[in-house]
């Protein structure tokens, strides 16, 4: 195989490996699997949820899901990221569309939020994990109080995304 090849071979492997840790998350998140957020994001990771939770640590983010009593379920659906490799880093951009259920407000029991997550990645010990994550929420439907707020808390408008 050309040196060409093996580096070909090489960024279809970390694009592969990068996808899977993306949908970990989405995996992790449903299932309130604290644990698996070791898999996905790095110890000293920053995670920027803007209006929706503020910026945290992959520690806080681990507590803040284990002890998420507001929604009684939720799914994360996330389209096909932009993936950049760079030797050892990477950067994506994944689209996401997220349902959070609450049942006790039925009949206005859903919030369903829409917009992208921005995420550096860097392999450490050889696992590619999130370093940074950036939520940039541009839209939402149903009822703010599903997820404890009054207003929707989307952080961003798609123009000022790139700000």
Known sequence: MSDIDASRAQRAIDRTEIQYVLSRYSVAIDTRDVAMFDTVFSEDA????????????????KDRIANLTYVDSTQHLMGLPTIDVDGDRATTRTYFASQHVRDSLAPHHTMLIGGWYDDAFERIGGEWLITSRRVTGVWAQGNPAVMGAEEFMGNRRPQDAAA
């Open 46 to 61: 920053e995670l920027d949820f803007g209006g929706f939770r503020g910026v945290m640590t992959r520690a806080q983010f």
